[in-house]
């Protein structure tokens, strides 16, 4: 059987949780996001051993093929989205393909909504369950939630819930932290430099994308190896 790749970065919340029911509006508010995926395969269906990229805006906003030109690559982000969306559209997100990898990442909308780390752990236990289920041989690379100018006073619970979550994956044999933090807070540095971002301060720039593209390469060559 092909190897194949899940690359994550995403806290998904649990379905008994319900840890945004404070949100009116629920994952359905997200329909018309995901059925414009399944109208863009329904008229381009997507090829197998892709890179499916699934998760928030740091997901939709990625120039994929500028990083990865080489390779086929799929674009499932939905901007906004946390975790709870991908648990609840998850059948619609992830089981239609036959990937390569998964790339997901989510995490900073979870928390800026108040969810404290060990939720954001659970969570993510939650979606590791869908995801063994669904692709029990799949390696997994998890992209930590990233520090961010617009957020530094979250980040100490963001990083609590990369510490925690790192710990799972150190626990499974096919699955990868991908510590994106550490390059963006080299020499001791509370808040990435305003180079990684766009003027908002939340969202990657293109220097950011470079450099976190790097960083999952690094993982791709040790969990893919001959790929």
Same mark, same amino acid.
């Given at each position: ?5 899940? @690359? ?25 996001? @995901? ?32 990083? /990865? ?17 991908? @648990? ?14 998964? &790339? ?33 041989? &799949? ?5 930590? @939630? ?37 390059? #963006? ?10 180079? /990684? ?14 450099? /976190?593209?790097? &960083? ?7 969990? #893919?190896?001959?790929?």
């Amino acid at each position: 059987m092909t190897r194949r790749l899940l @690359i994550l970065s995403v806290f998904l919340i649990p379905l008994q949780a319900g840890a945004q029911t404070g949100n009116s509006a629920g994952p359905e508010k997200w329909e018309s996001s @995901i059925s414009a995926f399944e109208t863009r395969d329904a008229a381009s269906p997507p090829p197998t051993e892709a890179l499916l990229f699934v998760g928030s805006s740091s997901i939709r906003m990625w120039d994929l093929k500028r990083s /990865w030109p080489d390779k086929s690559t799929i674009n499932n982000g939905f901007g906004g989205s946390t975790l709870a969306d991908s @648990i609840h559209h998850f059948d619609r997100l992830f089981t239609p393909y036959s990937p390569g990898a998964i &790339v997901l990442y989510a995490g900073d909308n979870d928390i800026k909504k108040g969810l404290n780390a060990p939720e954001v752990a659970r969570d993510f236990e939650t979606l590791a369950s869908l995801i063994q289920s669904a692709f029990p041989e &799949v390696p997994v690379i998890y992209i930590a @939630i990233k520090p961010s100018i617009a957020r530094r006073e979250l980040w100490p619970e963001m990083k609590q819930a990369n510490d925690l979550i790192a710990a799972l994956c150190n626990e499974q044999k096919y699955w990868f932290f991908a510590d994106i933090s550490a390059p #963006m807070l080299k020499d001791g540095k509370e808040v990435p430099p305003a180079k /990684w971002f766009i003027k908002d301060g939340l969202h990657l720039s293109a220097f950011g994308y470079q450099k /976190w593209t790097s &960083v999952v390469n690094g993982i791709l060559e040790k969990a #893919m190896p001959g790929e």
